[in-house]
Structure formats: C-alpha cells, structure tokens
C-alpha cells in the first residue's frame, strides 16, 4: 500500500504528524489581509460634482462685485439713500458715476457734489429722483437673469404716476449694447450705467434687489430676488 504523505518527502522514521509540522513551520500558508471594504457606488457622483460646480460659479461671481464687504443685503430700513449722478443707458454722456455726497470728496468720487451736477439730459440724478417716493432696482447682465424684474416695474410704474422709478444697471457691456437692452425691452423709467461704484455704495451683492423709500430717499423696505407685480404695487403705494 502506498503512503498517502509521501509528497511530503521521506519519513526519515517521523512520523506522519511530526513531518506535517516541520511542513507548517518551512512553508506556512500566506496571511491574509482584511477583506476589502466594498466602495460605495458612484450613482449620483455627476449630480455632486454638479452642485459643486455650481456653488463655486456662485462663488467667484459673488466675489467679483466690488463690494466693501459692509453687507450684501442692499440698504437698510430707515437708512438715507445715498445720492449719485451716473450716466444715463441711453444717453452721451460718458464717465463713471459720480458718488460725492459733499464737498471736499476724493476726485475719484467726482469733482463736485453729486446733487451739484447740472440738470443735463443722459444723467440720471437720484438727489432730484428721490424727492418722490421711490422704487429703485439694481439687476445685473451676468450671473442671474433678473431683467424681467425691470419688466414689472414697468408695468406697475404706469399705473402709480406718483412714484418715481429708477433701474441701476451693473454691467460691463458697451453703451450702445446697453441702450440696445433698454430700447428692445421697451424700458421707459431713468436707466443709470454702474461700473460698481453704486452697487458698492448701497452693498446690493444680489440680482435683482429692489429698494422702496419715501419722499427724501428715506428707506422703506429693500426685497431681495423677484418681487412680483402685486407686491409691488402694494408696497409702492404705501410710500405715497
């Protein structure tokens, strides 16, 4: 009969057993690792990346106003809007606005007082448009669409004659693309160009932000986001 454990080599008179252990001890099994942790799966890993796509655009965007970091949120309940003189949409007249309140301002800020400027036409002026209740709206041509928010103001604006309206456009586009904007959307209230001074001066950081104030620039209330047509009525109408 032949020896099953002859594979293990002459018995050199050990045992079956003892020849088994010297086997362990020369050729010990392999040790195993832990099992692998299974990966969890990559179903929704185009709908993160997405979202985080989109919070860094929100982000670089946000960054690029040239805001003060005061606030974001526009100006405050009971606060005075600060005057301007700008240039008009649809206007000639050319230059950055003029955001001196007093004399004695920065020549950065305009040579004389903003409410010194003369009554010319492609200036629009807040120190004479806020001696009326007012509406005013700041919208921007990137990062948001909020040009349709003008779209209501218009609308509610024919049926209010007693409220003053103003748009402050924050943009880098050409005068005559920015007039082209305004002709083609039919905008008939004062459009004033922003390089950022103006939203740095009011810290508006988002699209579109409505302000109301009572006669004198006295503020009211400030809306964030679209502000529909019966809320801007109503609120219009208890400046009066």
Same mark, same amino acid.
């Given at each position: ?24 001890? &020369?050729?010990? +099994? ?12 990559? %179903? ?29 949120? !526009?100006? %405050?309940? !009971? ?14 007249? +050319? ?120 006669? !004198?620039? %006295? ?8 502000? &529909? ?5 109503? &609120? ?5």
């Amino acid at each position: 009969m032949s020896d099953r454990f002859e594979d293990l080599g002459a018995g050199n008179g050990r045992s079956p057993g003892e020849r088994l252990a010297e086997r362990d001890r &020369t050729h010990p +099994e392999p040790v195993k690792g832990p099992p692998e942790v299974p990966r969890p799966g990559n %179903k929704y890993a185009w709908a993160v990346g997405i979202v985080a796509l989109m919070g860094l655009g929100v982000l670089l965007f946000t960054t690029t106003l040239p805001n003060t970091g005061e606030g974001l949120e !526009g100006p %405050k309940a !009971g606060t005075t809007l600060r005057v301007f003189a700008s240039p008009s949409a649809t206007g000639d007249v +050319e230059g950055d606005p003029n955001v001196c309140q007093r004399k004695g301002c920065p020549e950065q800020q305009g040579r004389i007082p903003a409410c010194d400027v003369p009554p010319v036409p492609g200036v629009v002026n807040l120190c004479r448009l806020r001696k009326r209740p007012l509406v005013m709206t700041f919208v921007f041509d990137r990062g948001a669409d909020c040009l349709p928010q003008v779209d209501r103001t218009e609308r509610v604006m024919r049926k209010l004659r007693g409220v003053q309206f103003v748009t402050v456009f924050f943009s880098k586009k050409k005068r005559d693309e920015l007039s082209e904007i305004v002709r083609n959307r039919g905008w008939k209230q004062p459009v004033a160009v922003d390089d950022g001074a103006l939203v740095n001066m009011y810290g508006v950081g988002g699209c579109p932000t409505t302000v109301f104030a009572r006669p !004198g620039g %006295k503020v009211v209330t400030t809306k964030l986001g679209n502000v &529909t047509e019966g809320e801007l009525r109503s &609120t219009a109408s208890r400046l009066q």
